[in-house]
């Protein structure tokens, strides 16, 4: 059982509308339950919320969240991503054509979607691809991460001479 479980507010009131998104991309994904905002008749807190998402609980690939609608307050920033490990180029594409949608936030694997969430979208040997200096600038001037142009940065790299 998962004992950490990242929870996520979304601002624009699109909770549901990333959910089913999110669970369309990622295999072995679904939401679990969806608990709504009651009646702005109930509670006037809930003024013009009703209806809207107060708490979900999904599932990405196995991994637990919780989500809500939280209105305008607090949005999405770089400072939180989810890192998606690949397995090869042809998963760095998949991923990164369904979740980049923020061109001026892309850079070295980083991307933003169309919700406002960061994504690092990276190969699963990405230490050893950027182990060297030569590969380590390479990645820096990428946005999507190309891994044959990483290996070969790191295969052109000169010898470091040993200690």
């Known amino acids: 059982m998962q004992r950490i479980i990242p929870s996520l507010w979304f601002a624009d009131n699109n909770c549901e509308e990333a959910l089913t998104y999110y669970c369309s991309v990622f295999p072995h994904s679904k939401i679990i339950s969806l608990t709504r905002y009651p009646d702005e008749h109930i509670d006037p807190h809930f003024e013009g919320m009703a209806g809207k998402v107060i708490t979900a609980v999904f ?32 998963e760095i594409d998949y991923y990164w054509g369904k979740l980049s949608h923020v061109p001026d936030s892309e850079q070295c694997g980083w991307c933003k979607d169309r919700f ?9 040997e990405m230490e050893r691809l950027i182990g060297t200096e030569a590969a380590m600038r390479a990645m820096m001037q990428m946005k999507k991460i190309h891994i044959a142009a990483l290996e070969a940065a790191g295969q052109t790299a000169p010898k470091e001479e040993e200690e």
């Open 59 to 90: 599932e990405l690939d196995g991994q637990r969240f919780i989500a809500l609608d939280g209105g305008p307050y607090f949005r999405f920033n770089e400072a939180v991503s989810f890192t998606v490990e690949c397995a090869d180029q042809a």
């Open 116 to 124: 406002g969430l960061s994504w690092q979208i990276v190969p699963r």
